[in-house]
Every structure is written in structure tokens, then in C-alpha cells.
């Protein structure tokens, strides 16, 4: 049982470029969510959703573009990197009432 | 808003010590969550505390919520070097449906334990 599966888990891009982290979970999650940790900022929501073919804007959502096509998988997208978007990415996935399970994250940095 | 605020931030500590860690949120909620994370490593799931009033206790650690004070904490008894990590308080807003609309974070307790 892989649980909340995170790809890449690390990534170096150049400003301006583009690129998708997937996540992926086996557990027949409802609800899905992408969030970014900073140094001395916690984590916090960037998008998240609450069942195939949905999602929503959290905290931070600027720069960023999501897609769940699929009940099992949540895409995060940048279009045009920039380097206030170095960060760690994490995943998360949860049904109803119980307590959400995080990926391994992804180290991002953009030069 | 929902905001969550967690102190001390920062903790330094000897072995054998109690301690506790506070979270303080601005608005109703019902759910808190406390996660533990190692260094470069994911979180992990610690206690879910659902209603007022609510204890729940693993092995030197210990949480409580009362949501009258919007207050939450995390007691560590006769600490040791292995509860060494940063730990995070996390709220679910109270409309959001069975939790559906994501967390908000403290910043986080960087805790060290001496031995």
C-alpha cells in the first residue's frame, strides 16, 4: 500500500519554464490537496479538491494551475516558473471526517 | 480568516523535562490536528482531537482541545532525544464539510531535546 505517491521528488528548473507534479493515492481518497512549505511559514493551501473533475482555490493558489481528471491522481502545474515559487510541495489526500495523509513532498528550486 | 498561531516556536529542551506547546486559532472550528515532521521527511499524523474537551494521549505525548478558548496543547512528558522534530497544529474550518476545504497551519514548534 503506497499511500499518497509524489513525482518528481526534486526538481531544479530555470525562470520562466514549465512543469507538473503529480500526485497519486491508492487509498480511494475524496479529497484531494496541494500545498507549499516555506521556512517559518507552516504549510499552506494552494489548491485542492473534493472529488473528480473539481477543484478549488486555496490560500495561495497564484501562479499555480491544478487538474483531477482522475479520482486517484491530482496534477499541480506552473506555467512560468518564478523564483518566489521555490518551495517544498506537499500532497495530501482524506475522506470524510478523518485526518489527511501527506505525500513525501517535492523540493523545487528555480534559479 | 481562520489563523492559527502556535508557540513557543522554537524549543530547547533537556531530557527528563515537561513541556507544553500552545495553538490558538481565531475562529469556530471542531477538528484540530497535530502532525510531527523530521527534517526533509513528510508529516505524520498525531492525534485528531474532534470536540470540546477532547484528551487524547500516545506514549510521552499528550493533546487537548477546548474550543470554548479555541485552544489546543500538546504536552510532552519526560521528554527524550527521539521526540526531537518540528511539530504543527491544524485546523479545519467548521463549514467545511467534513473537512473537505484543506488545513490551516501553525508555523510550527522546532523542538530540540538535549540529552
Known sequence: ?111 | ELKVEQNPLFLSMQEGKNYTIYCNYSTTSDRLYWYRQDPGKSLESLFVLLSNGAVKQEGRLMASLDTKARLSTLHITAAVHDLSATYFCAVDSLYSGGGADGLTFGKGTHLIIQP
Open chain 1, 1 to 111: 500500500n503506497a499511500g499518497v505517491t509524489q513525482t518528481p521528488k526534486f526538481r531544479v528548473l530555470k525562470t520562466g519554464q514549465s512543469m507538473t507534479l503529480l500526485c497519486a493515492q491508492d487509498m480511494n481518497h475524496e479529497y484531494m490537496y496541494w500545498y507549499r512549505q516555506d521556512p517559518g511559514m507552516g504549510l499552506r493551501l494552494i489548491h485542492y479538491s473534493v472529488g473528480e473533475g473539481t477543484t478549488a482555490k486555496g490560500e495561495v493558489p497564484d501562479g499555480y494551475n491544478v487538474s483531477r481528471l482522475k479520482k486517484q491522481n491530482f496534477l499541480l502545474g506552473l506555467e512560468s516558473a518564478a523564483p518566489s515559487q521555490t518551495s517544498v510541495y506537499f500532497c495530501a489526500s482524506k475522506t470524510f471526517n478523518q485526518p489527511q495523509h501527506f505525500g513525501d513532498g517535492t523540493r523545487l528550486s528555480i534559479l
